[in-house]
């Protein structure tokens, strides 16, 4: 080991820092090689791309060389809670080891926080205002509110993830929040104390910062106009859960325009109308025609949230024609906005949010536009119209070669059959060094997969049967501690249905009641059996006894009309590729090892698999899965499967005895 390596080596030793704070810590050799790897990289400034198996312990192998170095640092995780984790859980554990003062800060996206001049504007205490800005608020809203303004008045970061007594989906958020579009940057009255402006600062001042992928590509795209770049320059930058940053990056590097852009800056010129430009009545005509139009835009779809082609779409009439009414009701509110300019920072804004929507509006009509995607999709209440890349390695290869860092990016899911390509091509990484560690775990003894024999086809009508009769044996062995995974709501509601006749245990089913709860609940009843879908096939954590079978009803792969998808495997023919194989087989591949993760998470860990798809038996690219997969025992007897379950649970009950 050469001496570059060495302080980071001694971190990890059997009587190492790491081990006086963290009871029973072993070394784990995948971990050292890892962290000695991560800092080679920050030190020369290289690039890395790391797959780190189920329990190597990633996280604490890119910490402790990244606080060691004593470099600007950014990491950069997959979702919100896996920030709020490592920064309230992983990252004072780390610095207490290392008896680090290291300034470290957490940084979320602007929606996160409260905006103090919306909440004025939007929500006076006079309650003729209310009416004048939106109607009356339902009750829910109107208690939604009454809490925000009490925590408005205690919180000191203004972080809306405090407030846990208000429902996530609460409509209240969208009006004491601000975005992109109408946030007032500098020219805004209260800039001095805005929590965005002071969480930004405390990012300056800190060593390391902990950031959301989905905010470091919206900034890394947009430099969002209103601060300007919101997230420092660093000398490091890792990228943990970095399987996701392909789809992630796609969507920051093109375009959107939907109809909640249009309703809110609609209902925003209502606001200035009424509040401060009462002469100007064309003002409120105007936003309430682009409040109609953008309404009758969006029944045009079905009502339930789809995905599709756009280019398709806008060839037929009906929609065509309301598409082009969006334009005309837009330039209208444009041209009026553009007499009352300088009226008011407000209506400033609102004329600069519609000049761009108008640019946004030519780029969703221009169809013919080479090396773009172009689709749409629907949630209950709006339209989104995309353009994304089919490519971003060019863009994203350019920004890592001009900006002189240190970049690592990590996942347990990363490779295919042993190999990287996939990942780094779609990045624009062909320079960067690889890393492949397998996980500490004894899985041949741990675990085993199973494979049912005489499953109906996917589309059968007796699916749903035969993949209860399967489960129901597995769910008794293990008195509940399992998990149902499926790949869409319909077969996960079907075969809720079906089992809730057939067992006794608590049946946990995703859309009914929140993820937390979800999990809460399961950890909780012990011999519970919980049914869900992509949500919860990673970064879902749950050891020992109360998980001990996973079920996976079939192969993850993407729908092959899903517009994207298309629009990418039709460009990959073009080029006389092969898209099954670059494509699909790949990101089929990346997702079942995340479901598969779920399963063995501790070295006590033990369960049984079971994945529901004969192809990965019976076609030849079943075995880049299996190649791609833990080694696991692997059976077809459900027997057997039973059987190891039943040891599993006969001796989890004589520990409970003795207990």
Known sequence: ?????????????????????????????????????????????????????TGTGKTFAYLIPALASKKKVIVSTGTKNLQEQLFHKDLPLVKKALNSGHKTALLKGRSNYLCLFRLEENF????????????????????????????????QSGDIGELTNVAEDSLIFGQITSTTDNCLGRNCPDYEKCYLVKARERAIEADLIVVNHHLFFADMALKDTGFGELIPKSDVVIFDEAHQLGDIASEYFGQAFSTKQLLELALDCLQQYKVDLTDVKQLAKAAEKLQRAAGDFRLLFAQDPERGNWRHKVNQPQFSRAFAQLHTDLKFLFDVLKICVSRSEAIDNCFDRATELLTKYDIMNNTEEFGMSLWYETTRRHVVLHQTPL??????????????????????TLAVNGSFSHFSEELGLAKAKQLLLESPFNYPAQSKLFVPRYLPEANHHTRGQALVNIAIPLIKASNGSCFLLFTSYRMLNQVAELLSDEIDNPLLVQGQMAKSVLLDNFVEQKNAVLLATASFWEGVDVRGDNLTCVIIDKLPFSAPDEPLLQAKSEDVKRKGGDPFGQIQLPQAVIALKQGVGRLIRDVSDQGVLAICDSRIVNRPYGQVFLASLPDMDRTRDINSAVKFLQRINTAKNIDNDID
């Open 1 to 53: 080991m050469t001496s570059l390596t060495t302080s980071v080596a001694k971190a990890f030793a059997s009587d190492g820092p790491l081990a006086k704070v963290i009871p029973g810590f072993n070394p784990r050799q995948a971990q050292v090689e890892m962290a000695t790897e991560v800092e080679v990289a920050i030190q020369k400034k290289t690039n890395l791309i790391v797959e780190a198996g």
């Open 124 to 155: 006076s205490s006079s309650s003729e205002k209310r009416h004048q800005v939106g109607g009356a608020l339902n009750a829910q809203t109107l208690q939604d509110l009454v809490a925000v303004r009490q925590w408005s008045s205690i919180t």
């Open 391 to 412: 490519s971003v390695a060019d863009k994203f290869q350019h920004f890592i070669d001009e900006s002189d860092s240190a970049w690592v990016f990590t996942s347990a």
